[in-house]
C-alpha cells in the first residue's frame, strides 16, 4: 500500500523538480557544513576540513541521482527535461520550426480529414441494433445488367412467409408524396415499408411507436415522422402525436417520432433522405400479372443466431425456385437467383473504390511530407554535427543523442499532428456540402474521438518514422574527423549525401505519382465534356410533377390536367416548345425492360434483350433538341385506339437491325411468350446521354404515353393509369430562369396545391451528372498541388543546404578561375541529376499503380503518353526552379570573403 501512495508522488515529482533540485542542494550542503564543522573542531585547516567533509560525505553528484531516481521515475524525467531541451532548441530557430509543423500539418491533416470518411462511411457500424446481422435480401435477374438487386410484390409476401432464416424480415420502397397540410403544398421523400422493417433494425422511436404487421396488412392510414421533418415542419411540437397530417390529400395519423440520426433507407449523397414512413400495405393490383415483374422494392432483414448469410440466401433460393414455378405462362423464361449479402456491404459497396483512392492520394501527401521532415531533421543534425561530437567527446552516451533526437521529431509532429487536426476540422467542416452523391452516410462524417486518436497515433507514428534516419546519423557522428574540420570547411560524409538525395528522389517520384494521376483525371474530364450528348443542355428548364391518385383517381382526370399544362405552357412568352417525358437525359432515370424484336434469332445462351423506355407526351423530342435522324415524330393521330408505335435510338436499331432500315420493323415489350402487341418503327432519333457523359449509351425506344396500357397487353393492370408522373420539359428562347414563376403558376392555374419537383436548367442537370467526376478530379489535383509544393520544398532545402555546406570549394573553383555560369551549372546539373531519377522511378511507379485509376478514368489510357511525358517535363522543371536559388546564390559567392572567413 506504501508503494501505491508514492507511485503519484513521484510521478508529480516531474513537474515540481526545480524546486526539490533546489531542497536538494540545500540539504546536500547543510550535510557538508556539519561535517566540515566536526572536522574543523578536530584542529584541522579549513581547507583540509572541506575536503575531508567531501571524502567522508561521498560522491555529491552520485547522491543527487540516487535522490532523483528515489523520488521520481527517471526515464520519464529524462524525457521530461529532453523534451523542455528540444523547446529551447526549437525556439532558437524559429524557421526550421514553422516550416516542420506546417508541412506536417498539411499532410496530417489531409489524412485525418480523409480518414474521418472512411471511418464514417466504411468503418463505422451502421446506426442500428446489432449491425453485423443485418442483410439484404432481392433478386437477381439471370441475363440482366442490374446494379442492385430488387424484388416484386410477389416476392416480398413470398420472402417474408417462407423464409426460415430471419427474425424479422420485411419489404420497403422508396417513394415521393405530397405533403400538403403545413403551409404551401411541399414533395418530401418518403419509404413505403412493412411493419417488420422497424423492429429488423432494432431503433426505439424517440415519441410514440412504429406501425405493427398488422396495422401494415390492414391498411392502416398511420405516419412515422422523422426528427428533421418533426423539428423542421411542425417546430418539435411534443404533441404530434394523435394528429393527422394530409399525404397525396389522404389523412394519415402520426404515432411516432424517430430519433435525431435514424435514417433508413442509408441512401447515397445529402439529399433524398426519407422524412417519413408509412405501412408498404401493398394494393391489390400490384399482385396482378402486370406487377409480376415489377422488380422496383426491397427487403433488409435480421439473421437468427448462428445463421451465415450463405444460408441464408440457400433459404431464400428454395423460395425464389417455388415463385418461379408459380410465374404466368408469359413469364415462363425468365429466371431469378435470391441474392442476400450484409446489409454495411450493400451500402458501401458504391463507394469503397472513390473512399481507397482518395485514402492512397493523401497517403502519398503524407509520405512526402513525412520525407520533408526527415530530410530536415537530417540537414539540422548535420548542422549541429561539430555540438554533437563534442558532446559524445565529454562522454555523452550514443544512447542519450539518440533518445533526444527522437523526442524532438515527436516534438515536431505532435505539434504538427495538433495543427492538422485544426485544419483537418475546418476541411469537414466545408468539404462535407462538396462531397458526391455517391458517398452514403454522408451526415455521420465528423471528427469524433476515434478519428482524433487517428490523428494523434498518426503524428507519433510520422514522428517515429521521421526522426529515425537523422538520429541515427547523429550518433554516427565521427568525433576526431569531426573536430579536427575546425569551422565551417567540413563538409559531411557521403553517407549523409547519399541519404539526402534518396530522400529528394523519393518525393521526386512520389510527388511525380500523383500529378500523373491529377493529368489523367483532367484529361478525362476533358473528353467527357466534348462527348456528344444527344440533346440540348441551353435554354432548357425541367421540372418534376406526380399526381396523387386520391384526386386523379380516372384516365380521364389525369388527360384534362396533362393536355391543359401543355396548352398553357405553350403559351408562355418565351416558350418554344412543351413536352413530358417519362425520363429526363443526364438524370440516370429509367429502367431497362425486356423486349422481343420481329425476326431477330438471339445466340445461344444470350442474356435478355433489355433497352429503356421513355413514354412522350407533346413535344419532348423538339423541347430537349434531341435530332431526328428518320422516320417522323410523334403526332395527336398516335393514339391508344391506333396502331402502337415506336421510336428508337440509334444503338437500338444497329444492334437490332444493321445495315437495314429500321422504318417500318416491329418489336414488342417481354419476352418471346409474352403476348403483347407490336410495335411499328416510325423514326429513328440520335443517342442520348440517359446518365453522366462519361457513362454508357442505353438502348432506347420511345412510346407515345396514350399507348402504354395497349403496349404492355399481359403486363397492364386493371385500371392501371398512364401519365400520372414525368419530367415537363421546356425550350425557351430567353434565359430559363426567368420562366420558373410562370412555369409554377401555369401548374396551379389548374390545381393549386400540386407542388413541383425540382425545378431546374438542363445546364444544372448536366452540372450534377459531372459532379462525382469533378469531385475525383479536383481532390486529387488538389493533392497533387500539394505533394509537388512539399517536393519542391524538399529539393530547395536540400540544394540550398548542400550549396552551403560547398561554400568553400564553389570559393577555391572561383579563384581558380571558374566561371560564376560553371558554378550555375553545377548546381543545376546536379540537382537535374536527382529530378531526373526521380522522375524516372516515379513513372514506374505510376505505371505499377495504374489499374487503381483505371475506373476512374474516361476515353483515356492509363499509360497516356502525352500525360506521361507533360507530367515528367513538370516535375523536373519544378526540380529546377526550386534549385535555380540556391544555384544563383551559389554563384554570387565573394572567393575573397569565403576564403578569409574559413
Same mark, same amino acid.
Given at each position: 500500500?506504501?508503494?501505491?501512495?508514492?507511485?503519484?508522488?513521484?510521478?508529480?515529482?516531474?513537474?515540481?523538480?526545480?524546486?526539490?533540485?533546489?531542497?536538494?542542494?540545500?540539504?546536500?550542503?547543510?550535510?557538508?557544513?556539519?561535517?566540515?564543522?566536526?572536522?574543523?573542531?578536530?584542529?584541522?585547516?579549513?581547507?583540509?576540513?572541506?575536503?575531508?567533509?567531501?571524502?567522508?560525505?561521498?560522491?555529491?553528484?552520485?547522491?543527487?541521482?540516487?535522490?532523483?531516481?528515489?523520488?521520481?521515475?527517471?526515464?520519464?524525467?529524462? &524525457?521530461?527535461?529532453?523534451?523542455?531541451?528540444?523547446?529551447?532548441?526549437?525556439?532558437?530557430?524559429?524557421?526550421?520550426?514553422?516550416?516542420?509543423?506546417?508541412?506536417?500539418?498539411?499532410?496530417?491533416?489531409?489524412?485525418?480529414?480523409?480518414?474521418?470518411?472512411?471511418?464514417?462511411?466504411?468503418?463505422?457500424?451502421?446506426?442500428?441494433?446489432?449491425?453485423?446481422?443485418?442483410?439484404?435480401?432481392?433478386?437477381?435477374?439471370?441475363?440482366?445488367?442490374?446494379?442492385?438487386?430488387?424484388?416484386?410484390?410477389?416476392?416480398?409476401?413470398?420472402?417474408?412467409?417462407?423464409?426460415?432464416?430471419?427474425?424479422?424480415?420485411?419489404?420497403?420502397?422508396?417513394?415521393?408524396?405530397?405533403?400538403?397540410?403545413?403551409?404551401?403544398?411541399?414533395?418530401?421523400?418518403?419509404?413505403?415499408?412493412?411493419?417488420?422493417? @422497424?423492429?429488423?433494425?432494432?431503433?426505439?422511436?424517440?415519441?410514440?411507436?412504429?406501425?405493427?404487421?398488422?396495422?401494415?396488412?390492414?391498411?392502416?392510414?398511420?405516419?412515422?415522422?422523422?426528427?428533421?421533418?418533426?423539428?423542421?415542419? @411542425?417546430?418539435?411540437?411534443?404533441?404530434?402525436?394523435?394528429?393527422?397530417?394530409?399525404?397525396?390529400?389522404?389523412?394519415?395519423?402520426?404515432?411516432?417520432?424517430?430519433?435525431?440520426? @435514424?435514417?433508413?433507407?442509408?441512401?447515397?449523397?445529402?439529399?433524398?433522405?426519407?422524412?417519413?414512413?408509412?405501412?408498404?400495405?401493398?394494393?391489390?393490383?400490384? @399482385?396482378?400479372?402486370?406487377?409480376?415483374?415489377?422488380?422496383?422494392?426491397?427487403?433488409?432483414?435480421?439473421?437468427?443466431?448462428?445463421?451465415?448469410?450463405?444460408?441464408?440466401?440457400?433459404?431464400?433460393?428454395?423460395?425464389?425456385?417455388?415463385?418461379?414455378?408459380?410465374?404466368?405462362?408469359?413469364?415462363?423464361?425468365?429466371?431469378?437467383?435470391?441474392?442476400?449479402?450484409?446489409?454495411?456491404?450493400?451500402?458501401?459497396?458504391?463507394?469503397?473504390?472513390?473512399?481507397?483512392?482518395?485514402?492512397?492520394?493523401?497517403?502519398?501527401?503524407?509520405?512526402?511530407?513525412?520525407?520533408?521532415?526527415?530530410?530536415?531533421?537530417?540537414?539540422?543534425?548535420?548542422?549541429?554535427?561539430?555540438?554533437?561530437?563534442?558532446?559524445?567527446?565529454?562522454?555523452?552516451?550514443?544512447?542519450?543523442?539518440?533518445?533526444?533526437?527522437?523526442?524532438?521529431?515527436?516534438?515536431?509532429?505532435?505539434?504538427?499532428?495538433?495543427?492538422?487536426?485544426?485544419?483537418?476540422?475546418?476541411?469537414?467542416?466545408?468539404?462535407?456540402?462538396?462531397?458526391?452523391?455517391?458517398?452514403?452516410?454522408?451526415?455521420?462524417?465528423?471528427?469524433?474521438?476515434?478519428?482524433?486518436?487517428?490523428?494523434?497515433?498518426?503524428?507519433?507514428?510520422?514522428?517515429?518514422?521521421?526522426?529515425?534516419?537523422?538520429?541515427?546519423?547523429?550518433?554516427?557522428?565521427?568525433?576526431?574527423?569531426?573536430?579536427?574540420?575546425?569551422?565551417?570547411?567540413?563538409?559531411?560524409?557521403?553517407?549523409?549525401?547519399?541519404?539526402?538525395?534518396?530522400?529528394?528522389?523519393?518525393?521526386?517520384?512520389?510527388?511525380?505519382?500523383?500529378?500523373?494521376?491529377?493529368?489523367?483525371?483532367?484529361?478525362?474530364?476533358?473528353?467527357?465534356?466534348?462527348?456528344?450528348?444527344?440533346?440540348?443542355?441551353?435554354?432548357?428548364?425541367?421540372?418534376?410533377?406526380?399526381?396523387?391518385?386520391?384526386?386523379?383517381?380516372?384516365?380521364?382526370?389525369?388527360?384534362?390536367?396533362?393536355?391543359?399544362?401543355?396548352?398553357?405552357?405553350?403559351?408562355?412568352?418565351?416558350?418554344?416548345?412543351?413536352?413530358?417525358?417519362?425520363?429526363?437525359?443526364?438524370?440516370?432515370?429509367?429502367?431497362?425492360?425486356?423486349?422481343?424484336?420481329?425476326?431477330?434469332?438471339?445466340?445461344?445462351?444470350?442474356?435478355?434483350?433489355?433497352?429503356?423506355?421513355?413514354?412522350?407526351?407533346?413535344?419532348?423530342?423538339?423541347?430537349?433538341?434531341? %435530332?431526328?435522324?428518320?422516320?417522323?415524330?410523334? &403526332?395527336?393521330?398516335?393514339?391508344?385506339?391506333?396502331?402502337?408505335?415506336?421510336?428508337?435510338?440509334?444503338?437500338?436499331?444497329?444492334?437490332?437491325?444493321?445495315?437495314?432500315?429500321?422504318?417500318?420493323? %416491329?418489336?414488342?415489350?417481354?419476352?418471346?411468350?409474352?403476348?403483347?402487341?407490336?410495335?411499328?418503327?416510325?423514326?429513328?432519333?440520335?443517342?442520348?446521354?440517359?446518365?453522366?457523359?462519361?457513362?454508357?449509351?442505353?438502348?432506347?425506344?420511345?412510346?407515345?404515353?396514350?399507348?402504354?396500357?395497349?403496349?404492355?397487353?399481359?403486363?397492364?393492370?386493371?385500371?392501371?393509369?398512364?401519365?400520372?408522373?414525368?419530367?415537363?420539359?421546356?425550350?425557351?428562347?430567353?434565359?430559363?430562369?426567368?420562366?420558373?414563376?410562370?412555369?409554377?403558376?401555369?401548374?396551379?392555374?389548374?390545381?393549386?396545391?400540386?407542388?413541383?419537383?425540382?425545378?431546374?436548367?438542363?445546364?444544372?442537370?448536366?452540372?450534377?451528372?459531372?459532379?462525382?467526376?469533378?469531385?475525383?478530379?479536383?481532390?486529387?489535383?488538389?493533392?497533387?498541388?500539394?505533394?509537388?509544393?512539399?517536393?519542391?520544398?524538399?529539393?530547395?532545402?536540400?540544394?540550398?543546404?548542400?550549396?552551403?555546406?560547398?561554400?568553400?570549394?564553389?570559393?577555391?573553383?572561383?579563384?581558380?578561375?571558374?566561371?560564376?555560369?560553371?558554378?550555375?551549372?553545377?548546381?543545376?546539373?546536379?540537382?537535374?541529376?536527382?529530378?531526373?531519377?526521380?522522375?524516372?522511378?516515379?513513372?514506374?511507379?505510376?505505371?505499377?499503380?495504374?489499374?487503381?485509376?483505371?475506373?476512374?478514368?474516361?476515353?483515356?489510357?492509363?499509360?497516356?503518353?502525352?500525360?506521361?511525358?507533360?507530367?515528367?517535363?513538370?516535375?523536373?522543371?519544378?526540380?529546377?526552379?526550386?534549385?535555380?536559388?540556391?544555384?544563383?546564390?551559389?554563384?554570387?559567392?565573394?572567393?575573397?570573403?569565403?576564403?578569409?572567413?574559413?
Amino acid at each position: 500500500m506504501k508503494y501505491l501512495r508514492r507511485i503519484p508522488l513521484r510521478f508529480f515529482s516531474l513537474f515540481t523538480n526545480s524546486k526539490a533540485e533546489a531542497e536538494l542542494v540545500r540539504e546536500i550542503a547543510a550535510h557538508l557544513q556539519l561535517l566540515e564543522d566536526d572536522f574543523l573542531n578536530r584542529g584541522m585547516t579549513p581547507e583540509d576540513a572541506r575536503r575531508a567533509a567531501r571524502r567522508a560525505y561521498g560522491g555529491v553528484e552520485q547522491v543527487k541521482q540516487l535522490h532523483r531516481n528515489e523520488r521520481a521515475y527517471q526515464g520519464l524525467a529524462s &524525457t521530461v527535461m529532453d523534451v523542455q531541451y528540444t523547446l529551447r532548441q526549437l525556439r532558437k530557430s524559429p524557421g526550421f520550426t514553422l516550416t516542420a509543423i506546417l508541412m506536417l500539418a498539411f499532410g496530417i491533416g489531409a489524412t485525418t480529414a480523409v480518414f474521418s470518411i472512411v471511418e464514417g462511411v466504411l468503418l463505422r457500424p451502421l446506426p442500428y441494433a446489432d449491425p453485423d446481422h443485418l442483410v439484404v435480401l432481392g433478386d437477381e435477374l439471370v441475363g440482366s445488367h442490374w446494379a442492385r438487386s430488387q424484388v416484386t410484390a410477389p416476392d416480398i409476401r413470398n420472402y417474408m412467409r417462407d423464409t426460415h432464416s430471419f427474425l424479422h424480415l420485411g419489404g420497403y420502397q422508396r417513394i415521393g408524396l405530397e405533403l400538403s397540410s403545413t403551409g404551401d403544398p411541399v414533395h418530401i421523400d418518403a419509404t413505403r415499408m412493412s411493419g417488420e422493417v @422497424f423492429p429488423t433494425l432494432g431503433i426505439a422511436p424517440l415519441m410514440g411507436r412504429w406501425f405493427t404487421q398488422q396495422e401494415d396488412d390492414q391498411h392502416q392510414l398511420v405516419v412515422v415522422l422523422s426528427y428533421g421533418m418533426w423539428r423542421e415542419r @411542425f417546430h418539435g411540437d411534443e404533441k404530434i402525436l394523435g394528429t393527422k397530417i394530409l399525404l397525396d390529400r389522404k389523412p394519415y395519423l402520426v404515432i411516432g417520432v424517430m430519433p435525431r440520426d @435514424f435514417e433508413f433507407p442509408l441512401v447515397p449523397g445529402h439529399l433524398n433522405n426519407s422524412e417519413l414512413w408509412v405501412p408498404l400495405s401493398p394494393r391489390p393490383e400490384e @399482385f396482378t400479372a402486370g406487377y409480376a415483374a415489377s422488380w422496383n422494392s426491397r427487403m433488409v432483414g435480421r439473421l437468427k443466431p448462428g445463421t451465415t448469410p450463405a444460408q441464408a440466401q440457400n433459404d431464400a433460393q428454395l423460395v425464389a425456385e417455388e415463385t418461379m414455378r408459380n410465374y404466368p405462362g408469359f413469364m415462363r423464361s425468365l429466371r431469378i437467383r435470391s441474392d442476400v449479402k450484409l446489409l454495411h456491404e450493400d451500402t458501401v459497396a458504391q463507394a469503397r473504390p472513390l473512399v481507397n483512392t482518395l485514402l492512397i492520394a493523401v497517403a502519398t501527401v503524407l509520405l512526402i511530407a513525412c520525407t520533408n521532415l526527415a530530410g530536415l531533421l537530417l540537414v539540422r543534425s548535420i548542422r549541429r554535427r561539430r555540438e554533437i561530437a563534442v558532446r559524445l567527446a565529454l562522454g555523452a552516451r550514443a544512447a542519450m543523442l539518440l533518445r533526444q533526437a527522437m523526442v524532438e521529431s515527436l516534438v515536431l509532429s505532435i505539434a504538427g499532428g495538433l495543427v492538422g487536426l485544426a485544419f483537418a476540422a475546418a476541411c469537414i467542416r466545408i468539404g462535407i456540402s462538396l462531397l458526391p452523391e455517391t458517398l452514403p452516410r454522408i451526415h455521420e462524417i465528423s471528427l469524433d474521438w476515434p478519428v482524433v486518436a487517428f490523428a494523434l497515433g498518426l503524428a507519433v507514428l510520422t514522428g517515429l518514422v521521421c526522426g529515425l534516419a537523422p538520429a541515427f546519423a547523429a550518433i554516427r557522428t565521427s568525433v576526431n574527423e569531426t573536430l579536427k574540420e575546425g569551422g565551417r570547411t567540413g563538409t559531411p560524409g557521403s553517407g549523409h549525401g547519399r541519404l539526402r538525395s534518396t530522400l529528394v528522389v523519393a518525393e521526386i517520384a512520389v510527388a511525380l505519382v500523383l500529378l500523373t494521376a491529377s493529368g489523367l483525371l483532367l484529361r478525362s474530364f476533358e473528353k467527357m465534356r466534348q462527348v456528344d450528348l444527344g440533346f440540348r443542355v441551353d435554354h432548357t428548364l425541367s421540372a418534376i410533377y406526380v399526381l396523387p391518385r386520391e384526386r386523379y383517381a380516372i384516365q380521364s382526370s389525369v388527360d384534362s390536367f396533362t393536355d391543359n399544362l401543355l396548352r398553357n405552357l405553350r403559351q408562355l412568352p418565351g416558350v418554344k416548345a412543351a413536352g413530358i417525358s417519362s425520363s429526363l437525359p443526364g438524370t440516370g432515370d429509367g429502367g431497362g425492360i425486356a423486349i422481343t424484336v420481329e425476326g431477330y434469332v438471339p445466340q445461344k445462351g444470350a442474356e435478355l434483350n433489355m433497352a429503356t423506355v421513355s413514354l412522350m407526351h407533346g413535344d419532348p423530342f423538339q423541347a430537349l433538341g434531341i %435530332r431526328l435522324l428518320r422516320g417522323r415524330f410523334f &403526332t395527336e393521330s398516335d393514339k391508344a385506339d391506333s396502331q402502337p408505335v415506336a421510336i428508337v435510338n440509334r444503338k437500338l436499331a444497329e444492334h437490332f437491325w444493321p445495315g437495314q432500315d429500321p422504318i417500318g420493323k %416491329r418489336m414488342r415489350r417481354g419476352m418471346p411468350e409474352t403476348p403483347t402487341p407490336w410495335l411499328t418503327v416510325v423514326g429513328i432519333v440520335d443517342d442520348v446521354k440517359l446518365g453522366s457523359p462519361d457513362g454508357g449509351t442505353a438502348e432506347q425506344f420511345y412510346q407515345p404515353v396514350t399507348q402504354q396500357a395497349v403496349s404492355e397487353g399481359a403486363f397492364a393492370s386493371v385500371g392501371e393509369l398512364t401519365g400520372t408522373f414525368g419530367y415537363i420539359v421546356l425550350h425557351t428562347d430567353t434565359p430559363p430562369e426567368q420562366l420558373e414563376n410562370s412555369f409554377r403558376a401555369a401548374v396551379r392555374n389548374i390545381d393549386p396545391q400540386l407542388p413541383l419537383i425540382e425545378m431546374r436548367t438542363m445546364e444544372h442537370v448536366i452540372s450534377d451528372s459531372e459532379a462525382p467526376r469533378l469531385f475525383n478530379t479536383v481532390l486529387i489535383s488538389a493533392f497533387a498541388m500539394i505533394a509537388l509544393l512539399l517536393a519542391v520544398l524538399g529539393i530547395y532545402s536540400v540544394i540550398a543546404f548542400s550549396v552551403a555546406l560547398r561554400e568553400q570549394e564553389m570559393a577555391i573553383r572561383m579563384a581558380l578561375g571558374c566561371q560564376r555560369q560553371g558554378v550555375l551549372h553545377l548546381v543545376l546539373i546536379s540537382a537535374a541529376k536527382l529530378g531526373f531519377i526521380g522522375c524516372f522511378l516515379g513513372l514506374l511507379a505510376a505505371t505499377a499503380v495504374s489499374h487503381l485509376l483505371r475506373s476512374f478514368l474516361f476515353g483515356v489510357s492509363p499509360f497516356d503518353p502525352l500525360v506521361l511525358m507533360l507530367s515528367s517535363i513538370a516535375m523536373l522543371s519544378f526540380a529546377l526552379a526550386a534549385s535555380a536559388l540556391p544555384a544563383t546564390r551559389a554563384a554570387k559567392i565573394d572567393p575573397m570573403i569565403a576564403l578569409r572567413g574559413d
